[in-house]
């Protein structure tokens, strides 16, 4: 019995820090309202067999007809041109054996996406594209010169006439959000901690950010989480007024307990709230 009432005592101290450490900041309606209760195409509306392919232009094109709002990556070509592509290096897209951050935008924009006719775009055609016709969700991806993509991806944003939010799973993307431009709907991009390797470092690395114990540091608000179980402490996130997002979607299921969904390899309702 002791044993049990010290655990209880415990727990209740630790409770106030854990709160402290994962609390989220509760958004305005005015940023949550164009997102909400709405499906949103993965890295544009790309087909299952990359004949369009993932994060070109034919895919928010495509995405933009069907009235579906997009999620895209952006990242830094070697002359620090804001470009949109998912994976650091081009072997899967491309098939080159190379980083992108190896080589300049007029090299990559040389590359075939998936052997067909669209090519790496660069941020900005992407916003020319989707022309505010429908909201974005643009994530930023971790690389050495976070504060330089971090400006540069605003830059374009804040000229950008049309309905956005950024996302990461670096905190230090996310903080430089809260620092730099508060009025931009930010989120982290998070997983349960066992997805984030098995090295020790990958398990500190899983513990902190899979558990959102780096969410004091830039207070988000919103967590895009991975469709499965939820840790406690992401649990209580939401419950603190965090507005949960689903990633990556292969089901209309996964609409049920989120207000904002993140599909691929299938055409969902554009709305479902």
């Not at 830094?76 to 190896?102: A, I, K, P, W």
Request: net charge positive; hydrophobic share 40%.
């Amino acid at each position: 019995m002791i044993w049990i009432l010290i655990a209880i005592i415990v727990s209740a101290l630790h409770f106030p820090l854990l709160v402290f450490l994962i609390a989220p900041r509760r958004p305005k309606e005015e940023k949550v309202r164009p997102f909400y209760g709405r499906n949103i195409a993965h890295r544009g509306l790309f087909s299952a067999d990359q004949t369009v392919p993932e994060n070109s232009l034919a895919a928010f094109s495509r995405a933009c007809e069907s009235g579906y709002g997009m999620e895209l990556d952006v990242q830094l070509s070697r002359d620090g041109q804001v470009v949109v592509f998912h994976d650091d290096t081009l072997n899967r897209m491309c098939g080159v054996n190379s980083r992108v951050d190896e080589l300049s935008y007029n090299e990559l924009h040389e590359l075939s996406l998936k052997k067909t006719d669209q090519r790496i775009p660069l941020f900005s055609e992407v916003l020319e594209t989707v022309a505010g016709r429908e909201p974005l969700i643009v994530e930023l991806k971790t690389c050495g010169k976070r504060a330089e993509l971090c400006k540069k991806t605003y830059d374009l944003l804040n000229g950008y006439e049309g309905e956005y939010c950024i996302e990461s799973f670096d905190p230090f993307i996310v903080r430089w959000f809260k620092k730099n431009a508060k009025q931009v709907f930010r989120g982290f991009l998070s997983q349960p901690p066992k997805h984030y390797g098995d090295s020790f470092k990958d398990k500190i690395t899983g513990t902190l950010l899979g558990r959102l114990l780096f969410n004091f540091f830039a207070r988000p608000e919103f967590i895009a989480y991975k469709i499965g179980k939820k840790p406690l402490s992401v649990r209580l996130c939401l419950a603190l007024g965090a507005v949960p997002i689903a990633w990556t979607s292969h089901d209309p299921k996964s609409e049920e307990n989120h207000d904002v969904v993140i599909f691929e390899h299938y055409e969902p309702n554009v709305r479902f709230k």
